[in-house]
């Protein structure tokens, strides 16, 4: 019977069973699993044994949480679960019991709490799924069993939620999945109760160890700038090594995406087409060459993967501290690294091909104001599309995107900028882009030829303040494109194209933006950066800046000189704003004052006042009482964007009122100070009137001064808004701006009377200011022009509620978080934190 069920096999060990959980609960605590790159599974698991299951992306032996290895599995249901495995599947070990906690509050008549999916993480997936129950609930299985509890071929094929076996489990219950079910589709119900514990065992690894990829490891220093030859010639020892071996499949590579000899590496094995690599996530936001996988910090991510791994190849200078302690954490392991020593010296040089050496190896930009020179950006055409390009044009008429490659399926005339040189067994890309290099620079020598008529076009563009975008088949990887663009700017320095350079504030052909802060903060909130970032790209929010009437993103951004080390401790916003755009590595700078002392190239100072009047736009952040900022935004007008940085003012009543008092909420709303901007924050989905009329009784009791602010969603926020508005209260209302969903119709289609939203309306596509995470960004700014914050809670709140409540806290400003009924204590620690996430529900 491939679905086979044990009623009542483990209630006479419920008791052990439970005081097992409680312990692996302190010791691993219990956290919401990572689905895909943002989400969040519902529900709360924890794990023991040789793996836990972390994320979607699989398993890992360190728990990032408390970067140690998992909990050892405890002897009760260690026996419990191992007798059933070897019964089914001979020579099964139980290496992983995953502990999922259900919680009535869950429930969801439209969706199971786990949605339906398949246990695909596990490299051995013939040995049998092992489920023990504890309390009450449904499991689902996708499609319909029959009477020997079998799944027919075409229902394992597909998944039918309207065609599904409902199983009701109670406690003690053994469930185990085999044989051909081993891999149906299945899901969590409801919880029938307050609770449902479920654990699931099972075998991860394949039962021959021969049957399981060789796995390497590979580490080197970050300021690598290409691979030595004798880092190549180790790379292809370790693609090359399973030929030596019984193995029967490819080996595994495993890196992380620091910069240098790591991401060297994996641009190399990506030229190579080395089929499985997996990168190991320490920096987000960047593109990524192979599938990725998350585990927590840089240590944990670093023991993760020598955990993991057979051999492990680190390239060294020998006294590079990072590289030296992954050696001696592999070596505690019990396994001897590959060890590769390389001259600590630059390693960019190369072989000579016989060309002459240009004067410097890559061409300076232009030193002139940052007004005068277009932003040049190199994309790959998969990003960008055709529009303008033909079999008979390599760039748009008006040179604001120019193709540079060979031509090819997508009709495209073949560029006078592509590369000749190809990338083969003995030319690596580094190589054949240095080759482009030094035949660029003959070319700009003579002074005439298709090749410099280009280049001279696109500089000419440049040079006129108008931004031009490079075409390329490479980025993210190394692109000759970079070549074309410094060439570029090295005729504008040289002065071989026409220009105009004016003041760097009388210019129409850039938007200029001052930006301007409190000189006490010592840090940028999350919330300044993302303003800071929704400004330049010019998609988010209300704010949309215009020039001459047009969308204009890139500005030329205004700041005032504080000098100093820039990568050195930063007071003050404008010195934390240089951190950032240098971060960034944001070019287009002018600095009215002191430049810092390793200011980047394009970076100009001026001794022209900071003056507002002058610029298209002011960007302010602003405590309302700093009385310099304020007179710049009073000068700028109608120009100044404030974003407002309110410090936290909680007043909360004496005494404080007892929970079963029928005046309750409004005792706290007397109490909050005048003239107070207050966020009210819960959830959309309350049910029954509690919610209600505990809110509008708090802001009933609120000075008239005050001001409410809100979220604007359903639930909660709409509460709030209306009983402001009934009083006369004010009102700032922060709505978040979600990616819209197509409309579909019942076939998959779009349908053809589908229009997008755009806020304002007459955005574009290109800068629709709609995002993913629009929630939390959302939250962030309500939180942040608010003095304090009162969170209404439903016992088991919602993500949207659980960031709000996360994040006011971290500023201080969580002044209370009302509920209907007082918290009972759970026996499972419930302490891993908040995350300001919000849920998937593998759907």
């Known amino acids: 019977m491939p679905i086979q069920i044990v009623r009542g096999y483990a209630e006479s060990q419920k008791d052990a069973v439970m005081a097992e959980i409680e312990s692996i609960a302190q010791k691993a605590p219990p956290y919401n699993a990572r689905a895909g790159k943002f989400g969040r599974i519902k529900c709360k698991m924890t794990n023991c044994g040789k793996y836990g299951w972390l994320s979607t992306e699989g398993y890992t032996k360190i728990n990032p949480a408390t970067g140690r290895r998992w909990p050892p599995i405890p002897p009760t249901i260690a026996q419990l679960m191992l007798k059933v495995g070897q019964q089914f599947y001979p020579g099964f070990r139980?290496?992983?019991?995953?502990?999922?906690?259900?919680?009535?509050?869950?429930?969801?008549?439209?969706?199971?709490?786990?949605?339906?999916?398949?246990?695909?993480?596990?490299?051995?997936?013939?040995?049998?799924?092992?489920?023990?129950?504890?309390?009450?609930?449904t499991f689902l299985v996708g499609g319909k069993v029959d009477a020997a509890g079998k799944l027919t071929a075409a229902e394992l094929k597909k998944l039918d939620r309207t065609l599904t076996t409902n199983i009701v489990l109670g406690d003690g219950d053994l469930l185990v999945m085999h044989g051909d079910e081993r891999l149906c589709f299945h899901a969590a119900g409801e919880v029938i109760g307050d609770r449902r514990i479920n654990l699931t065992g099972r075998m991860v690894d394949p039962i021959s160890a021969a049957d399981k990829p060789l796995i390497f490891s590979m580490i080197g220093m970050e300021q690598n700038q290409s691979l030595l030859p004798v880092e190549q010639a180790?790379?292809?020892?370790?693609?090359?090594?399973?030929?030596?071996?019984?193995?029967?499949?490819?080996?595994?590579?495993?890196?992380?995406?620091?910069?240098?000899?790591?991401?060297?590496?994996?641009?190399?094995?990506?030229?190579?087409?080395?089929?499985?690599?997996?990168?190991y996530e320490i920096l987000e936001n960047t593109k990524k060459l192979y599938p990725t996988r998350h585990v927590g910090n840089e240590e944990n991510t670093v023991n993760e993967m020598l955990?993991?791994?057979?051999?492990?190849?680190?390239?060294?200078?020998?006294?590079?501290?990072?590289?030296?302690?992954?050696?001696?954490?592999?070596r505690s392991t019990g396994k001897e690294p590959w060890i590769v020593t390389i001259p600590d010296v630059d390693n960019d040089a190369g072989e000579s091909d016989g060309l002459p050496e240009p004067p410097t190896q890559v061409p300076p930009e232009p030193e002139r104001p940052a007004k005068s020179v277009g932003l040049c950006v190199i994309t790959n055409i998969s990003d960008s599309g055709t529009r303008g390009l033909s079999s008979t044009a390599w760039h748009t008429p008006d040179l604001t995107r120019v193709y540079i490659g060979r031509g090819g399926r997508q009709g495209i005339m073949r560029s006078p900028l592509h590369n000749p040189y190809v990338i083969n067994e003995e030319n690596s890309r580094e190589k054949v882009i240095d080759s482009f290099r030094r035949e660029s620079w003959r070319k700009l020598q003579i002074g005439s030829g298709e090749f410099y008529n280009a280049i001279e076009k696109i500089a000419t563009k440049l040079a006129s303040g108008k931004s031009v975008e490079l075409i390329c088949h490479c980025k993210p990887l190394a692109c000759h494109g970079e070549v074309v663009k410094n060439a570029a700017l090295w005729m504008i320095k040289e002065g071989k194209v026409p220009s105009t350079p004016d003041e760097p504030t009388n210019s129409d052909n850039r938007l200029h933006l001052g930006m301007i802060g409190l000189n006490w903060i010592?840090?940028?909130?999350?919330?300044?950066?993302?303003?800071?970032?929704?400004?330049?790209?010019?998609?988010?929010?209300e704010w949309y800046l215009k020039l001459k009437g047009k969308p204009a993103k890139n500005p030329v951004i205004h700041v005032r000189g504080v000098g100093g080390v820039i990568a050195g401790p930063q007071v003050g916003f404008d010195g934390q704003i240089q951190r950032y755009l240098y971060r960034e590595k944001y070019r287009d700078v002018i600095v009215h004052g002191k430049l810092p002392d390793e200011a980047p190239d394009g970076w100009v100072e001026t001794d022209l006042p900071f003056d507002p009047t002058k610029f298209n736009y002011l960007f302010a952040q602003w405590d309302e009482v700093d009385p310099e900022i304020g007179a710049l935004i009073a000068a700028a007008g109608t120009k100044a964007l404030v974003a407002y940085y309110r410090l936290p003012n909680v007043g909360l009543p004496n005494p404080i009122p007892k929970f079963d008092d029928p005046q309750r909420y409004a005792k706290y709303g007397a109490a909050v100070p005048a003239g107070t901007h207050v966020a009210v924050v819960g959830s959309r989905e309350f049910k029954g009137n509690w919610a209600r009329s505990a809110i509008e009784q708090f802001v009933n009791a609120l000075p008239a001064s005050c001001t409410l602010v809100s979220g604007g969603a359903k639930g909660a926020d709409t509460f709030a808004e209306r009983a402001a508005n009934a009083r006369g209260l004010k009102t700032l209302i922060h709505n978040a701006r979600w990616v819209q969903k197509k409309t579909r119709l019942p076939d998959g289609t779009i349908a053809p009377g589908f229009k997008p939203r755009y806020f304002p309306p007459d955005r574009t596509v290109e800068f629709s200011n709609e995002r993913a995470n629009a929630?939390?960004?959302?939250?962030?700014?309500l939180i942040d022009e608010s003095h304090s914050v009162y969170a209404f809670s439903n016992g088991e709140d919602s993500p949207g509620t659980q960031d709000a409540i996360?994040?006011?806290?971290?500023?201080?400003?969580?002044?209370?978080?009302?509920?209907?009924e007082p918290k009972k204590p759970s026996p499972i620690s419930d302490d891993y934190g908040s995350l300001d996430i919000f849920y998937y529900d593998f759907e």
Do not use: C, W
């Not at 492990?312 to 592999?330: C, H, M, P, V, W």
């Open 522 to 541: 010592e840090g940028l909130a999350p919330r300044s950066e993302l303003e800071i970032e929704s400004l330049i790209d010019n998609k988010h929010r």
């Open 775 to 781: 929630g939390p960004e959302r939250n962030k700014v």
């Open 234 to 279: 180790e790379i292809e020892k370790v693609m090359a090594f399973r030929q030596t071996t019984d193995r029967k499949e490819v080996s595994e590579i495993l890196l992380t995406d620091r910069p240098g000899f790591d991401t060297l590496a994996a641009t190399y094995l990506k030229s190579r087409k080395y089929p499985s690599v997996f990168l």
């Open 806 to 820: 996360s994040y006011s806290s971290l500023k201080d400003k969580l002044a209370q978080v009302f509920e209907k």
């Open 94 to 137: 139980l290496e992983t019991v995953l502990i999922n906690f259900y919680e009535n509050s869950m429930n969801n008549p439209e969706k199971p709490i786990l949605g339906f999916h398949q246990d695909t993480s596990e490299r051995n997936k013939k040995a049998p799924i092992i489920s023990l129950t504890f309390g009450q609930g």
């Open 307 to 330: 955990e993991e791994s057979d051999y492990f190849l680190a390239s060294t200078n020998g006294s590079d501290k990072f590289i030296q302690r992954a050696i001696e954490y592999f």
